[in-house]
């Protein structure tokens, strides 16, 4: 039901837009949506964040650097990501959190930073 997309390679400094599209019955309005990453070896952390309001929150690591946003029309939640660090290199996973409809993750994506 989440489709993730947009990983790839790229130097450092560089940007990538990550995409995170929903299927079926499932509407990303409905949902808190979330961008994760996971790094080799390290835990699965949260990058950002967009609640149902339309609020964001973000990693101090990518604030200023990584925005969140949705798209109601398209159904798909972005990440953008700029001014990209080799500490950005990971797994990155949407997920989507909702009270009554339970959560559900996206397959990962992976984004590789280049010094």
């Known amino acids: 039901q989440l489709q993730a997309s947009g990983g790839g390679s790229v130097q450092a400094g560089g940007s990538l837009r990550l995409s995170c599209t929903a299927s079926?019955?499932?509407?990303?309005?409905?949902?808190?949506m979330s961008w994760y990453r996971q790094a080799p070896g390290k835990q699965r952390e949260l990058v950002a964040r967009?609640?149902?309001?339309?609020?964001?929150n973000y990693a101090d690591s990518v604030k200023g650097r990584f925005a969140i946003s949705r798209d109601r029309a398209k159904n798909t939640v972005y990440l953008e990501m700029n001014n990209l660090e080799p500490e950005d290199t990971a797994v990155y996973y949407c997920?989507?959190?909702?009270?009554?409809?339970?959560?559900?993750w996206g397959q990962g994506t992976l984004v590789t930073v280049s010094s």
């Open positions: 997920n989507s959190q909702n009270d009554l409809l339970g959560t559900y």
């Open positions: 079926g019955r499932f509407f990303v309005m409905n949902h808190m």
């Open positions: 967009i609640t149902f309001g339309g609020s964001t």
